[in-house]
């Protein structure tokens, strides 16, 4: 039957507590401590909850990868169930043990004389001789039978467990006679809950009472109040801890993926965006080489925290671009630099001191040996060239005068006429003309283009003019004419041929020179050589091409020596 401990009278709750600890009578047969499984099932709830707690906390923290590095505010919630869950599994152990503590008796399953006394638990359990239904022994094991219910105790040794089995077996007995003869105080020597009778006027007479903190009856409230404050708590420490993990682990990367990585975790450190992240993409775009990539760079990351690295970044790009340009040496090179980076003030100045060096490295290593004429005019022709560009015009002007078309006459006039090969005038126009012509532009250009590269000075292809031309920039104006005189009249081979005089007059203009323009003239008479035409393969333009050649050969040792220095 259920006793409840605490609605007896207090002198009998005096008595059964006495006996549980074998003070007086009567003293318990055997005792088995009571297993607490019920609190340590609190106590693993509490463990296995809390441990849940540090796996959440745990998941994520300071991780780069993680997309929960940072926990949301949904993790508040689980954060504060669990704390709150585990606060509960540990009151609840804790009650259970202090509910143990306050027992004015000691728990335990109790073998008396009287029966099996179960006082593991509230209520009492109480098995007398008259409910018990077997008493067994196997080995260390008394297993006790019940109306409803069965014990098994294990004792240290088979022969205890026979003397435990005996002495029941002896209570019994006493019990049974005690009950036929209806005496009192030999059940009180059996049963610890039947009044011996004896009460001390001294004894106090108020019963004991369970005495249960308050802090047990309110386990779940406190569990709730402090799962959420915990639970917050928890949260803010954690995202800290972690948001601090999380910059040290970026920090130590210092790698534009490590900064991204971080901020798209949530973290809030105004230095990441404002000048770590840059710093780290300033770095890509200075590893690229470019000044393109710094100016990309510049352009997506307007008023940038380091905009002064991203100036020097920039300008040394730009500077090396400078020196590369001036590595090539060439006037175009440096032209399109400063072309092309004109937005950045301290490329103009550098390229113009530079271009005005190569002017002058190339004036200084033409001049020596040159006379002070021809380094004059070529001084003021590269002044021009470096102000209004290198291009040199060679024009050719091609006169026919009135002593051609006479000769003519007189050629066709003459009996010694052989037809149309014998007409002078065609071997000073078109093809003949031309390939005289363009042979001399072309030892003019190379006489140009040996000291001078061609941004500085650039020849270009001849042009035939009826007059020269006045605003086309500078120019070598070639004036030529063939005079043609006389008759020579070869019998064999037969024929009839004209002298030729070549007359030149080369002009060098720039435009707005004040000094006067160079001029340098020529003159060559020939008179025909109809023996050409002995020679094998020879014909009557040969005749006219010795004389024509003649008077070229001479110009060009009066001019060229102008434009080259050397006779």
């Not at 020879?538 to 008077?551: F, H, I, N």
Request: proline share 7%; aromatic share 8%.
């Amino acid at each position: 039957m259920d006793v409840d401990f605490y609605a007896l009278e207090r002198k009998v709750q005096d008595r059964f507590a006495d006996a549980t600890r074998s003070i007086g009578v009567p003293t318990p047969i055997l005792r088995e401590p009571p297993a607490e499984r019920a609190t340590y099932a609190w106590a693993a709830g509490a463990a296995f909850t809390f441990a849940g707690l540090v796996l959440c906390v745990l998941r994520g923290f300071g991780s780069l990868d993680s997309a929960v590095a940072l926990a949301p505010l949904a993790h508040l919630g689980a954060y504060a169930a669990l704390l709150a869950l585990s606060t509960y599994c540990v009151l609840r152990a804790a009650a259970r043990r202090a509910l143990a503590d306050a027992r004015p008796y000691q728990p335990g399953l109790y073998l008396f004389p009287a029966g099996v006394f179960d006082a593991r638990s509230d209520p009492l359990r109480v098995f007398r001789h008259p409910e018990l239904r077997a008493i067994d022994v196997a080995g260390t094991v008394i297993r006790v039978r019940a109306e409803g219910a069965a014990f098994e105790i294990r004792v240290p040794d088979a022969s205890t467990a026979d003397q435990v089995r005996a002495a029941l077996e002896s209570g019994r007995q006493q019990l049974e006679h005690a009950q036929r003869t209806a005496n009192q105080r030999e059940q009180a020597m059996l049963d610890p809950l039947v009044d011996s009778g004896f009460s001390s006027p001294f004894s106090p007479q108020v019963r004991l009472f369970r005495q249960e903190p308050m802090w047990a009856k309110l386990a779940l409230p406190i569990a709730l109040v402090l799962g959420v404050l915990l639970g917050g708590a928890t949260w803010k420490l954690r995202n800290t801890l972690s948001e601090r993990r999380l910059y040290i682990a970026a920090t130590a990367r210092d790698d534009v993926a490590a900064y991204r990585q971080y901020l798209a975790r949530g973290g809030k450190r105004a230095d990441v965006p404002q000048i770590l992240l840059p710093r780290a993409e300033l770095r890509l775009a200075v590893k690229e080489g470019t000044v393109e990539a710094l100016e990309r760079f510049s352009d997506e990351h307007p008023g940038t925290a380091i905009a002064a690295e991203v100036d020097i970044a920039r300008n040394a790009a730009v500077q090396k671009e400078l020196d590369e340009a001036k590595a090539v040496g060439t006037v175009s090179a440096l032209r399109a630099m400063k072309a092309k980076r004109s937005r950045y003030p301290f490329v103009a100045p550098a390229v113009d001191r530079e271009i005005v060096a190569l002017y002058k490295d190339a004036l200084k290593r033409f001049s020596e040996g040159k006379s002070p004429a021809t380094v004059s005019l070529f001084e003021r022709l590269l002044g021009y060239s470096k102000e209004s560009g290198p291009a040199v015009h060679v024009e050719f002007v091609r006169r026919m005068p009135e002593s051609v078309d006479a000769a003519d006459g007189q050629v066709k006039r003459s009996g010694y006429y052989m037809g149309k090969q014998s007409i002078p005038s065609q071997y000073f126009q078109g093809d003949y003309a031309e390939k005289r012509e363009q042979a001399l532009w072309e030892k003019i250009a190379k006489a140009l283009e040996e000291p001078f590269s061609r941004d500085m000075i650039d020849v270009l292809p001849k042009e035939l003019v009826t007059e020269p031309k006045t605003d086309a920039g500078p120019a070598i104006v070639i004036d030529y004419a063939p005079e043609m005189a006389g008759g020579f009249m070869s019998p064999k081979p037969r024929g009839v041929f004209v002298g030729v005089g070549m007359t030149f007059k080369a002009t060098i203009t720039i435009p707005g020179d004040p000094t006067p323009p160079l001029e340098v003239k020529s003159q060559q008479w020939r008179a025909p050589n109809p023996l050409i035409l002995q020679r094998e393969g020879t014909t009557v333009a040969d005749v006219y091409e010795s004389m024509a050649k003649d008077g070229f050969d001479k110009f060009e040792k009066s001019f060229l020596p102008i434009l080259t220095g050397k006779p």
